[in-house]
T-cell receptor, first 111, second 115 residues
Framework: DTGVSQDPRHKITKRGQNVTFRCDPI?????LYWYRQTLGQGPEFLTY????????KSRLLSDRFSAERPKGSFSTLEIQRTEQGDSAMYLC?????????FGPGTRLLVL | AQSVTQLGSHVSVSEGALVLLRCNYS??????LFWYVQYPNQGLQLLLK??????LVKGINGFEAEFKKSETSFHLTKPSAHMSDAAEYFC?????????????FGQGTRLTINP
């Protein structure tokens, strides 16, 4: 069990640029979740995959955000036309049953 | 809708003293409840979870929490604080949907340990 990994760990970008984050879940986990955590707040749910199917998206996930999990393994989260309000920690988690394991997160700073 | 309230955004205790972090939940169904710890610039680590078995749940690093349905509480305690316990702590309730469990988190409590 190598744990959930995320890449990159840190990303600085200019407003208006596109960014993509990757999450590699624990290999046997069929469920994958994305959360966003802003400074001083608890994480907020963004979206959920079971295998390759995206089964739920939060209202927080505007049309500038898109997530994929093409082969039911790793997942990507893309943010188009980034805004300063997108600055946050993006956390990925994976699970088999009710308790997931979280990755270390990708910290995004939009200048 | 399920929700969690953590009382006190910042708690400070002396090394060796009792740690008490408060969490109250709201849920229309029997809840699954969790406590996570987050160290600076790191992800979340599960401390313990309640899934409708024993009401007193023991976790890692000497932490435990008691589920009290009458008080809708799930407070986290540790008898004797250690400097390494300084971190951000999050209480969460799970919301079941489509066979999965998404978590609704509280705003967190920052724990500071004084030498």
């Amino acid at each position: 069990d190598t744990g959930v990994s995320q890449d990159p760990r840190h990303k600085i970008t200019k407003r208006g640029q596109n960014v993509t984050f990757r999450c590699d879940p624990i290999s046997e986990h069929n469920r994958l979740y994305w959360y966003r955590q802003t400074l001083g707040q608890g994480p907020e749910f963004l979206t959920y995959f079971q295998n390759e199917a995206q089964l739920e998206k939060s209202r927080l996930l505007s049309d500038r955000f898109s997530a994929e999990r093409p082969k039911g393994s790793f997942s990507t989260l893309e943010i188009q036309r980034t805004e300063q309000g997108d600055s946050a920690m993006y956390l990925c988690a994976s699970s088999l049953k009710e308790t997931g394991s979280f990755g270390p997160g990708t910290r995004l700073l939009v200048l | 809708a399920q929700s969690v309230t953590q009382l006190g955004s910042h708690v400070s205790v002396s090394e060796g003293a009792l740690v008490l972090l408060r969490c109250n939940y709201s849920s229309s169904v029997p809840p699954y409840l969790f406590w996570y710890v987050q160290y600076p610039n790191q992800g979340l680590q599960l401390l313990l979870k309640y899934t409708s078995a024993a009401t007193l749940v023991k976790g890692i690093n000497g932490f435990e929490a008691e589920f009290k349905k009458s008080e809708t509480s799930f407070h986290l305690t540790k008898p004797s604080a250690h400097m390494s316990d300084a971190a951000e702590y999050f209480c969460a309730v799970s919301v079941g949907f489509q066979g999965a469990q998404k978590l609704v988190f509280g705003q967190g409590t920052r724990l500071t340990i004084n030498p």
